[in-house]
């Protein structure tokens, strides 16, 4: 019991390092246009660049673990992750970002991969949708912190301010006077090397897993491929992350495009209000989960989403600075929920499984470069409309997802939507 615990500690400490690391292009964009004097959809290819090392190396993740183990690839991970901060903060360019961000994206997706099926196993089937939104509710605390530790570095790095700390004084010198917001990726690079200090201390209890936990060889993933339960929760994941992504790292430039916000304050704080509010929907899914099916939960907050998506897209600027956030609120299980739901779905091979879902994660690569394309074309305004059609299709997982495990609810004999 003290081993799992232990497990699932370490499990929620990575998905907050995670958000923490992945979630900060959004509130960056106004500034990296600005910086690298870039359009629309050039800026769209640092997130592809991102998410498109998810799709490289899900899969191979997963097999690197069947090989040397959960603790020695999440070690990996972080390197990669401190590897690609360390580039990018000692030579900013356009190009080495483009760089940059790919080992950390190569690192999250290592890490993705190991910890899904652990947390599957430490803590049971038929907790594992719970267990995902606590998850879930970490994930959505860091993303709230990291945007508002943008805005305290960009206002007082350069600055002629009072009481500045140590940290400060000591970025200063370590960042082009006209790039304070390179600051974050020193930031993340020593983050990274923490992790990689922590991890190495901390004796894995061994977890055994279950035969259809581990990841099987490339005939099994290729066998796995044609199966369409497989391939719909992929698409659901492509979909999910897609939508996320599309919307926060646009927020800062729709509100500075068409509502004359300031990104460095107000855009980035509604940016950090949309994954706040994440943390809060995850305590409210976390509830509804203990009383409702969970793909009837995915079909309230989905269409919630979507609601409060059009009223952010053209409504006027005091309701959208509170419906932007509203929309990280209902986005709050959909990870947890779909992932739970793909993984219950199916009797083996779970191990795998994982790997090509989180393949899905390149949802972030491809959803935020068609927006920035069709914004470059028609207005950002009309590039964002395209986030329905994903939105579409994880409110449509509510009705078609049959799992053979559902979530373990508090019955009050009542129906309980089955």
Same mark, same amino acid.
């Given at each position: 019991?003290?081993?799992?615990?232990?497990?699932?500690?370490?499990?929620?400490?990575?998905?907050?390092?995670?958000?923490?690391?992945?979630?900060?292009?959004?509130?960056?964009?106004?500034?990296?246009?600005?910086?690298?004097?870039?359009?629309?959809?050039?800026?769209?290819?640092?997130?592809?660049?991102?998410?498109?090392?998810?799709?490289?190396?899900?899969?191979?993740?997963?097999?690197?673990?069947?090989?040397?183990?959960?603790?020695?690839?999440?070690?990996?991970?972080?390197?990669?992750?401190?590897?690609?901060?360390?580039?990018?903060?000692?030579?900013?360019?356009?190009?080495?970002?483009?760089?940059?961000?790919?080992?950390?994206?190569?690192?999250?997706?290592?890490?993705?991969?190991?910890?899904?099926?652990?947390?599957?196993?430490?803590?049971?089937?038929?907790?594992?949708?719970?267990?995902?939104?606590?998850?879930?509710?970490?994930?959505?605390?860091?993303?709230?912190?990291?945007?508002?530790?943008?805005?305290?570095?960009?206002?007082?790095?350069?600055?002629?301010?009072?009481?500045?700390?140590?940290?400060?004084?000591?970025?200063?010198?370590?960042?082009?006077?006209?790039?304070?917001?390179?600051?974050?990726?020193?930031?993340?690079?020593?983050?990274?090397?923490?992790?990689?200090?922590?991890?190495?201390?901390?004796?894995?209890?061994?977890?055994?897993?279950?035969?259809?936990?581990?990841?099987?060889?490339?005939?099994?993933?290729?066998?796995?491929?044609?199966?369409?339960?497989?391939?719909?929760?992929?698409?659901?994941?492509?979909?999910?992350?897609?939508?996320?992504?599309?919307?926060?790292?646009?927020?800062?430039?729709?509100?500075?495009?068409?509502?004359?916000?300031?990104?460095?304050?107000?855009?980035?704080?509604?940016?950090?209000?949309?994954?706040?509010?994440?943390?809060?929907?995850?305590?409210? #899914? @976390?509830?509804? &989960?203990?009383?409702?099916?969970?793909?009837?939960?995915? =079909? !309230?907050? $989905? *269409?919630? %989403?979507?609601?409060?998506?059009?009223?952010?897209?053209?409504?006027?600027?005091?309701?959208?600075?509170?419906?932007?956030?509203?929309?990280?609120?209902?986005?709050?299980?959909?990870?947890?929920?779909?992932?739970?739901? #793909? @993984?219950?779905? &199916?009797?083996?091979?779970?191990?795998?499984?994982?790997? =090509? !879902?989180? $393949? *899905?994660? %390149?949802?972030?690569?491809?959803?935020?470069?068609?927006?920035?394309?069709?914004?470059?074309?028609?207005?950002?305004?009309?590039?964002?409309?395209?986030?329905?059609?994903?939105?579409?299709?994880?409110?449509?997982?509510?009705?078609?997802?049959?799992?053979?495990?559902?979530?373990?609810?508090?019955?009050?004999?009542?129906?309980?939507?089955?």
């Amino acid at each position: 019991m003290k081993q799992n615990v232990l497990i699932i500690s370490l499990i929620l400490l990575t998905f907050f390092v995670i958000s923490f690391l992945t979630n900060m292009i959004g509130p960056l964009v106004p500034d990296i246009i600005d910086s690298f004097d870039l359009s629309l959809t050039l800026v769209a290819l640092l997130p592809f660049a991102f998410f498109i090392a998810y799709g490289l190396m899900s899969i191979p993740s997963g097999m690197l673990i069947e090989r040397f183990g959960e603790k020695k690839v999440i070690l990996a991970a972080f390197g990669c992750a401190f590897t690609g901060a360390f580039l990018f903060a000692s030579g900013p360019s356009y190009g080495m970002y483009i760089v940059s961000l790919f080992f950390i994206g190569a690192g999250m997706a290592m890490l993705q991969v190991a910890i899904n099926p652990l947390l599957r196993v430490a803590g049971g089937e038929s907790n594992f949708a719970f267990n995902s939104v606590i998850g879930q509710l970490f994930f959505g605390l860091a993303s709230f912190l990291s945007p508002l530790m943008y805005t305290y570095l960009v206002l007082n790095i350069g600055k002629d301010v009072e009481g500045k700390n140590a940290i400060v004084r000591v970025l200063e010198g370590m960042v082009p006077a006209n790039l304070p917001w390179i600051s974050l990726y020193w930031v993340f690079a020593l983050v990274a090397l923490l992790m990689i200090g922590i991890v190495a201390v901390v004796r894995f209890p061994k977890v055994e897993k279950k035969e259809g936990d581990k990841t099987g060889a490339i005939a099994l993933h290729l066998e796995l491929l044609k199966n369409p339960t497989v391939i719909k929760y992929f698409l659901a994941i492509f979909a999910y992350v897609g939508t996320e992504q599309g919307i926060a790292n646009w927020i800062s430039k729709f509100l500075e495009t068409y509502h004359g916000v300031d990104p460095q304050t107000t855009g980035a704080s509604t940016i950090s209000w949309s994954w706040g509010l994440m943390t809060a929907g995850a305590l409210f #899914g @976390l509830a509804l &989960l203990k009383i409702l099916d969970s793909r009837k939960v995915l =079909i !309230l907050f $989905t *269409g919630a %989403a979507m609601v409060c998506l059009a009223i952010s897209l053209f409504g006027p600027t005091h309701v959208i600075l509170t419906t932007f956030p509203l929309i990280g609120f209902f986005a709050s299980v959909m990870w947890s929920v779909i992932i739970s739901l #793909g @993984l219950n779905s &199916l009797e083996s091979h779970h191990g795998s499984v994982s790997g =090509i !879902l989180v $393949t *899905g994660i %390149a949802g972030g690569a491809i959803v935020p470069l068609i927006v920035g394309s069709l914004g470059d074309a028609f207005g950002l305004r009309m590039g964002m409309l395209f986030l329905f059609v994903t939105m579409g299709y994880i409110f449509s997982v509510g009705f078609w997802a049959r799992p053979l495990v559902t979530n373990k609810t508090i019955k009050w004999g009542i129906d309980n939507w089955r």
